[in-house]
């Protein structure tokens, strides 16, 4: 836990833009929301048309991969998030967000975005799922991300499957662990990539300022660039 | 370690939270936005958001008022209260819910829980089981329209039926300890945490730190949820949890909250 309450930020001049991808289902309210609170400018976006704009890419979601990769296939937006990625521009998933970043899903057998490779399979050893509550993210190294959070806080899970990067950066690419029954990889980073398992937008304070230092990381990113190159970010 | 959950539950009509017993002398109790932010500063790991508004017109003024809360309150929020199909669950999420339970609806309509599992996911799909124990024999029974009504079924068969459809998660209410401060039936909740794999949330009877831990530790609850004992400050969700820390378990606490 961290002391304190994150304060709402007004969002200025050079405020970072964060474009929500919105592909159907569910609550967008709290993450729009929340980057709101910590001074990012927020579009809500189902179309690609509204990447153009957008300091950084945030994907939401809860749910199956496959209904969500039908429905962004259909939106014409699975190649623009791959190019997007692929030229380093930064990027949060959160949950499904998350999850859709790897090759394919045990849940229904989808293929996924295949950005990070390895599988999303089911919780293992779990006494219930879904995985629902508040728990401790232990962090495997150091991230900006993470700044000013304490080791072990507690984060807002709501999920039956998680991903396990594979290959030989898989140990490089972890960024935090989480035990319920068997311990399942509950963070990621990797060059501008950021994704949790968790849900920030849904975790008080120290998801507020998860939110916050990533909206920091884009603006000093987005200043420290020239305005064509992409944005450093994420560590 | 997962955490197990304390969750206060506002009844909500017309836009504001009540109290009230059984649904009569209601008296309004403050804006549920307002309330939902400072149980949010006290620690609460969830909010439970009961409609009971008596008139249709009463639903625009819910999703407005969910809304208003999602924007204040960073903790997730469940619905329950009057939704009957997909439509109106989609509606309730997009306006900022993360969870809707489904109760009457889903025991009138069992195919309601696998469809909206199958749309939104089954981690949004809680199923709100209120059980009133049987007069003769062991067991309990399903009751509907608030206790109003007998349905016939047998709690722990429906709830793993629900399980099975889809929900993912079960609201156990035990309506002969609700509004009485007697404690949660730890017997119900044991019969039902030992056949699902689903989370369970006790509900009914809380009257002090004791009733919480009692739920966890015997009834197998991994989220306990009250109400009067709340808004009616006679113990706050800070005293709750750190019983229950003190009792062994696992519990997310926050920073003290000024009062």
Known sequence: MTAGRVPARSAGRGAPRFTVVDYGAGNLVSIEQGLTRVGAVVTIARDPSAFELADALVMPGVGAAAPA????????LVEPIRDWIAA???????????????DGSDEDGATTLGVIEGRTTRLTDAPTLPHIGWNQVDRTRDHPAFAGIERGADFYFVHSYAGTPAGPDADAVVLARTTHGSAFVSAIARANVLGVQ????????????LLENVVGLVRSGAQAAAPAAPASLLV | MLRRRVIPCL??????????????DLVDEGDPPELAERYAAEGADELVFLDISAAPEGRGTLLEIVERTARRAFIPLTVGGGVRSVDAMRDVLRAGADKVALNTAAVTDPGLIAACAARFGRQAVVV????????????????VTGGRHATGLDAVAWAQRAADLGAGELLVTSIDRDGTRSGYDTALLRAISDR??????????????????????????????????????IHSIAAVKQAMAAAGLPVRLVPAAVA
């Not at chain 1, 968790?198 to 300022?209: A, I, K, N, V």
């Not at chain 2, 509900?203 to 109400?227: E, T, Y």
Request: glycine share 14%; with cysteine.
């Open chain 2, 128 to 143: 709100a089981i209120d059980a009133r124990r049987h007069s003769a024999d062991d067991g309990w029974e399903v009751v």
């Open chain 2, 196 to 233: 699902v794999e689903v989370p369970v949330i006790a509900s009914g009877g809380a009257a002090g730190p004791a009733d919480f831990v009692a739920a966890v530790r015997d009834g197998g609850a991994d989220a306990v949820l009250a109400a009067s004992i709340f808004h009616r400050r």
């Open chain 1, 198 to 209: 968790f849900h920030p937008e849904r975790s008080g304070t120290d998801g507020l300022r």
């Open chain 2, 11 to 24: 009844d909500v009509a017309n836009g504001r939270v009540v109290k009230g017993t059984r649904f009569v």
């Open chain 1, 88 to 102: 380093g521009r930064p990027y949060l998933g959160i949950c499904l967000g998350l999850q859709l970043l790897f």
């Open chain 1, 69 to 76: 990769m039908e429905r962004l296939t259909a939106a014409g």
